[in-house]
């Protein structure tokens, strides 16, 4: 995930400097990020769910298995059918979301009714119900202070002669083809504070 928010930073020059902006103002030059910082970052957690609804990791979520038949939307669901839950097609659905392609994190700013409790069943990339990851809140704010950490300590460029690369590779989990590689400039005001 961390390489998918970069990569969307580094293809997106206004959402970048917004982050960037709202780092030093939260944060300050003069000193290096703290966990105390992590819950005024809402625009940088908007740009982390925005990357979350384009390339969720586990598109189709762990299979469910249901114990009993079932009608939903029309559609009969036997007992024991293997069902899959397409969140990567949910989540770019042109009718339940707005420009869906365009990686626009103001989103979640207009509406804050998104967050990873898997109770708004447009955006799901943690799961819903029951069997929702385990592992929510030590995703979320590992992300968030990793993201931090280096968005506010570096400035990051693409080799010289490089381009950004967007496709995936399907699968349970789902990665990035090539691997992103960029480049760090230290931009804090005082080298002891990288030690
Ligand atoms: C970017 C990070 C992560 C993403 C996107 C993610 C996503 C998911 C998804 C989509 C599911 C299936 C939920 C469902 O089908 O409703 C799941 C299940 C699960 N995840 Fe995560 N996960 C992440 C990180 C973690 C971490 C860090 C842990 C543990 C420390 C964890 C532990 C689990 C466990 C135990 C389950 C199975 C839960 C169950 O079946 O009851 N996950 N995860």
Redesign the pocket.
């Known amino acids: 995930?961390v390489e998918w928010v970069m990569s969307e930073l580094l293809q997106h020059k206004a959402v970048s400097e917004k982050v960037m902006e709202e780092l030093t103002e939260v944060v300050g030059m003069n000193n290096m990020v703290e966990e105390h910082d992590l819950p005024k970052l809402t625009y940088l957690d908007a740009v982390i769910k925005e990357t979350?609804r384009l390339h969720?990791?586990?598109p189709l979520?762990?299979p469910r298995c249901p114990s009993q038949s079932a009608t939903i939307g029309g559609y009969k669901i036997p007992k024991g059918s293997k069902v899959f839950i397409n969140i990567w097609a949910i989540q770019r659905d042109p009718q339940l979301w707005e420009n869906p392609l365009q990686f626009k994190p103001e989103r979640y700013l207009e509406n804050p009714g998104f967050d990873f409790s898997?109770n708004n069943f447009i955006f799901l990339?943690?799961?819903?119900?029951?069997?929702?990851?385990?592992?929510v809140p030590?995703?979320e704010r590992m992300?968030k202070y990793v993201l931090a950490a280096l968005l506010h300590s570096f400035d990051w460029e693409l080799p010289e002669g490089t381009e950004l690369e967007f496709s995936d590779k399907f699968g349970i989990v789902v990665k990035k083809v090539k691997p992103l590689v960029a480049i760090p400039r230290p931009k804090l005001s005082k080298p002891e504070l990288y030690q």
Not at 125 to 135: E, N
Request: charged share 10%; with cysteine.
């Open positions: 995930m979350f969720p990791p586990l979520l762990v898997g990339p943690f799961g819903s119900g029951r069997r929702i990851c385990a592992g030590l995703a992300l």
